[in-house]
């Protein structure tokens, strides 16, 4: 068929090409911002002595970390949603940062608890048969395990479900409005897989990369089983429950198999 003979045709791919490059555009201005706001949580935690307080660097700088990346997400929400003449399909956007009762988000965290618990276990099992349980690397005391344990829970799920998931599942959305399945999940995907992403470690200086190919594979997965949790409950507080629950297990759990 001519292009020429149907204009309609030719509008509809000009529209998708647009949309393809906004899309593609919007997935690397935020994966710059979450690399960046991850490099200045770095940066701020590297300014401080833990010494005292954690002396094999286990938690307290971890912690320092995720409260800047948290607080500079936070910011930013807070920056694009509220100063005038700023984007305006962000202002009075709701990022969903309030929590809320939700019967599908507690279902949803319910089933994805016992899921996680009951994989993890398995894993661990298999490797303590093996003779596959790796030591932690530092001193098991009461101060590391709480520590550790404690991040994990109440902050690890809380800072990374808001600059994972919040801010670009809603930037997404806004930008791509419309029903269907379709415009409803890929923010979600391009979420989750901008999250796996955050898993490889890199430098500039010197310059390295360095992954583990199933550690973003397993993260591409609890990306969107916390999009999609963040999506039907439209609360951050059910998906930042299910992230913080799935690391203390998986520490916990290395921890129990390692002393026994």
Known sequence: MDPEKNPGTTGRTDHRTN????????AAGLFVFQSLASKAGGLVAGFFDYDSIDKDGVFMYITVHHLVQMAIACAAIAIAGKTPGGPGMLRGAD???KPRLSRT???YTA??????TVYVFISYIAAYRLNRIEPPGYELTAVT???????????SGTSEEILFRSLPVTFLHLLF???GRGRQFLPVVI??????????????FPISVSCSCFQLVYAFILGIAYGITFLKSRSVLYPAVMHGLSNFVMVGAGYLFAVI
């Open 111 to 116: 089933v994805f608890s016992v899921i996680i």
């Open 191 to 204: 979420a989750a897989f901008l999250f796996s992403l955050a898993h490889i470690r890199w430098s500039l």
């Open 19 to 26: 949309e393809a490059l906004l899309l593609t555009t919007a």
């Open 145 to 155: 395990v709480t520590g550790s344990l404690g991040f994990q829970l109440l902050l």
């Open 95 to 97: 990022f969903h940062l």
């Open 177 to 179: 409005p419309g029903p």
């Open 105 to 107: 988000g507690i279902r």
